[in-house]
């Protein structure tokens, strides 16, 4: 498992709860900066997800 899937899933999991804070809290900028954060976590998931796959192909 790639490094970046690890990353990506902690960064989506601490977005949600910025986001929720946010929404909880009424405040807009933390809310927008969870979604942000989520949005990049899961980027980067997705990154490493290829990553595996390329290494998968590469190791055949």
């Known amino acids: ?10 960064k989506q999991v601490k977005g949600a709860v910025k986001e929720a ?9 933390t809310q927008v900066e969870g979604a942000a954060e989520k949005a990049a976590g899961k980027a980067q998931s997705s990154l ?11 190791e055949r």
């Open 21 to 29: 804070v946010g929404k909880a809290t009424g405040d807009t900028k």
């Open 48 to 58: 490493g997800k290829a990553k595996d796959a390329v290494r998968d192909v590469t």
């Open 1 to 10: 498992m790639d490094k970046d899937r690890i990353a990506g899933a902690a």
